[in-house]
Every structure is written in structure tokens, then in C-alpha cells.
């Protein structure tokens, strides 16, 4: 009977690490393993701001939830000693009143700076409470770029002298550069930039058709999107977040 108790406490033991070394997101672990997680060193938390908002005809609104879920594990796994929030879906998108900005089309959610701000403001804080010593605050969506950045260094300011950091890694402006000079070579006109990259990350991630309607893409689009640039994209956001973690937090 003891060998058997053993026996099953081993395997017991053994899923939770499986859990812990196969996913980066703290909504898939238990509290008893992200504190595990925790104590192993996993001390630095993954903040990502999505949007929920038109990217055209063919591409759905969850576009940078998608994305933020998926960039989130991959940069929480190649860093090995992080774990990710599950991604904010709310930014700045127009307003709602005026209707301006996204704001003029069916299906955008916009919350003001202030809100994302005090949103982004009190996960950091809970992620601070809690043990992570380091957050990193990132952003898939234009406009909510200067509101984290703010967010973090207020927040760096006051949890410094307590042995805690909080940083923003500008991986939108970065990860657009690198896509930008990627679509250049291809002749590329700039006002073709963001729709060629937003169909591409697209068909990149989705294999059934469930973010983008590719027979909706216009003919200059889908001539140029592919999901192999799409996985270019991507890749190139992972590896500029990835390096510039390490860079301020360490390996």
C-alpha cells in the first residue's frame, strides 16, 4: 500500500510539473502550481494588451486577442523563468459617442486610456502581490503603446525600493519595424502594410478559417499575404520581446 501511495504521488507530482513546463499561462495552472511555479523561479509575469476591434472585411475583431494569447506563451516559454496573464481583449478604439477612430464600425470595444490604464495598473499589482518580482508589459494594438509605457514606469518607480520591477517592451513598434522592412522588399506600398500583415498573421495562426475570410481579402492583398510571412511576423515579435527581456531581467 505505501509503495502504491508513492507510486501515485510520484505521477501526481510529475502532471503538475507537465502542466507547469508545457504551458506559459497562469489560467491553465492551478494556484497550488503557479505558486510552485513561483518558488522554482518562474518570477517573471507576462502582461499582454490585445483589442478587440475592425481589421476589414476579412479579418475578425479578435485579431490581437489571438494574437497576445499566442505571442504571451511563446515568450513566457523561451524565457523559461516567466509566467503570462491571460491577455487584456479591451484598448483604446475611437469613441464610442463620437464615433470615431475603429469606433465607426459594428463590433469595436473601446475603453478610455484612463481605464486601460487603471486595468493594467492593478494586474501588475496583483502580480507583484502575489511574488512575481519582475512584470513585463507589452501591446499588439497602436494606441494602447504610450498608456503601458506610462503605466510601468509609474509603477517601476514605486516598486522599485521594494525590490520589484516593472518594464515595457515596445515589441509592437519593434515587431512593425521588422514587418515593415520584410513587405519593403517585396515592393510593398505602405498603405498596403497593415492589412498584408494583418491577413498573414492570420492565416498564419488559423488553419480553419476562424479569424480571416480569405475569399473576402482584396486581390492586392491576398496576392501578397501568406501565412508563411504571417509566421515571419510573429516570429520576429517573439525574438525582439524575448531579447529584450532577457536584457533587462536576465536569463
Known amino acids: 500500500m505505501r509503495y502504491l501511495f508513492v507510486v501515485v504521488a510520484l505521477h501526481a507530482s510529475s502532471v503538475s510539473a507537465g502542466a507547469q513546463s508545457i504551458s ?45 494569447e499566442h505571442l504571451s506563451r511563446r515568450v513566457a516559454q523561451a524565457l523559461g523563468n516567466a509566467l503570462a496573464y491571460p491577455p487584456n481583449p479591451y484598448a483604446p478604439a475611437g469613441d464610442p459617442i463620437e464615433k470615431t477612430g475603429h469606433m465607426r464600425f459594428a463590433g469595436t470595444i473601446s475603453v478610455s486610456h484612463e481605464t486601460l490604464a487603471a486595468v493594467s495598473r492593478d494586474v501588475a499589482i496583483s502580480a507583484l502581490a502575489v511574488g512575481f ?8 494594438h497602436g494606441e494602447t503603446q504610450d ?14 525600493p521594494k525590490g520589484a520591477r516593472v518594464f515595457f517592451i515596445p515589441v509592437y513598434e ?13 515592393n510593398v506600398p505602405a498603405n498596403r502594410m497593415t492589412p498584408i500583415d494583418d491577413a498573414s498573421e492570420m492565416l498564419a495562426m488559423d488553419g ?9 481579402l482584396a486581390d492586392e492583398i491576398s496576392a501578397v499575404a501568406s501565412a508563411d510571412l504571417g509566421r515571419r511576423f510573429i516570429d520576429g515579435k ?7 527581456i532577457r536584457e533587462l531581467v536576465g536569463r
Open 133 to 140: 518580482t519582475h512584470v513585463i508589459m507589452l501591446g499588439d
Open 238 to 244: 517573439v525574438e525582439v520581446a524575448v531579447a529584450r
Open 208 to 216: 480553419n478559417n476562424r479569424w480571416i475570410r480569405p475569399d473576402q
Open 147 to 160: 498608456v503601458i509605457r506610462e503605466v510601468s514606469a509609474s509603477l517601476d518607480t514605486e516598486w522599485g
Open 174 to 186: 519593434e515587431g512593425e519595424g521588422r514587418m515593415r522592412e520584410i513587405l519593403a522588399e517585396l
Open 24 to 68: 506559459g499561462m497562469i489560467d491553465d495552472l492551478t494556484t497550488t502550481e503557479v505558486q510552485a511555479a513561483i518558488d522554482a523561479g518562474k518570477t517573471t509575469a507576462i502582461y499582454y494588451v490585445g483589442g478587440t476591434h475592425q481589421s476589414g472585411s476579412a479579418v475578425a475583431l479578435g485579431k490581437h486577442n489571438v494574437l497576445a
